[in-house]
């Protein structure tokens, strides 16, 4: 039998992987990537929780995340796609026109 | 042997998201990011959460990452960046490192591991397809109504900002 600490320890790790790649890389696409493996954390942080409070909400949420996910990554990919089209590049160090 | 499991799924995981992290190439992140997903995958089914973990597989796994693949390789990079240079990026990083760990120590004082009063009682269908439907459509309807709406929003937000301009 897996405690539960083990599972939220698991997603905690991930989340904090996550957010050091979307602080420290430069390139968008792979910020976006880190992006989504925090939603992934969040979303077994949920699942865990789910079934040890023997409650399914916490399963409809995990399914509102990945929906809203998925509208995400399609919205914020057509962003980089038309940011490239423009400045051909996708390093967000060199997208800087708001810079005071 | 659940543990056992746990822990090769967990390290798996994990290590695959540092790869991801550490890698120069986007089209080598994006395929470590999708064995962190098919390791989560196998997680929810040790978690009971049997529908979840299929839709895990067939929409993050099997849709957004291709989606991801089909953008890094149309706009075809050529990965200029230095590894993680810079000491504030470091410093940044480092701190962000600390922040997780006194995170994970919060959870490890804070959460009661005892099983038993409650993994007992398990409803008969926990975690599948039935039971997440009986609660999507009785209680929480609007917010599955929403969730329509919003990805009739994001579909008509992507082609207009992914259009070409006519000439």
Redesign the interface.
């Known amino acids: 039998?897996?405690?539960?600490?083990?599972?939220?320890?698991?997603g905690?790790?991930?989340?904090?992987?996550?957010?050091?790649?979307v602080?420290?890389?430069?390139?968008a696409?792979?910020i976006?990537?880190?992006i989504?493996?925090m939603l992934?954390a969040v979303?077994?942080t949920f699942?865990?929780f789910?079934?040890?409070?023997?409650n399914?909400?916490g399963?409809?949420f995990?399914?509102?995340i990945?929906?809203?996910?998925?509208?995400?990554?399609?919205?914020g990919?057509?962003?980089?796609?038309?940011l490239?089209r423009n400045r051909q590049t996708?390093?967000v160090d060199d997208i800087n026109l708001l810079k005071g | 042997m659940q543990l056992l499991i746990f822990y090769l799924l967990g390290g798996v995981a994990i290590s695959a998201a540092l790869l991801m992290l550490t890698n120069k190439q986007p089209v080598n992140a994006a395929m470590s990011l999708i064995v962190t997903m098919l390791c989560l995958a196998g997680i929810y089914v040790l978690l009971e959460a049997h529908l979840i973990a299929a839709l895990q597989i067939i929409v993050y796994a099997g849709a957004i990452m291709v989606l991801f693949l089909f953008i890094i390789m149309l706009l075809n990079i050529q990965e200029k960046e230095g590894r993680l240079s810079g000491r504030k990026l470091f410093l940044q990083g480092a701190g962000i490192v600390m922040i997780g760990f006194i995170l994970i120590n919060v959870i490890r004082l804070t959460v009661s591991d005892n099983l038993a009063a409650k993994t007992q009682g398990f409803a008969d269908g926990f975690g599948t397809t039935r039971a997440v439907a009986k609660l999507l459509f009785t209680e929480f309807v609007l917010p599955f109504e929403i969730a329509s709406v919003l990805l009739l929003a994001a579909m008509v937000g992507a082609v207009i900002l992914a259009k070409q301009k006519v000439e």
Do not use: K, W
């Not at chain 1, 905690?12 to 790649?21: E, N, P, Q």
């Not at chain 1, 602080?23 to 390139?27: A, E, L």
């Open positions: 039998m897996v405690p539960q600490s083990h599972y939220l320890i698991l905690a790790i991930l989340f904090t992987i996550g957010s050091v790649g602080f420290t890389r430069r390139n696409l792979i976006y990537m880190c989504e493996l992934n979303n077994l699942i865990a789910s079934r040890f409070l023997n399914m909400d399963h409809v995990a399914f509102m990945m929906t809203v996910a998925a509208a995400e990554a399609a919205v990919l057509a962003i980089i796609l038309a490239f996708v390093n």
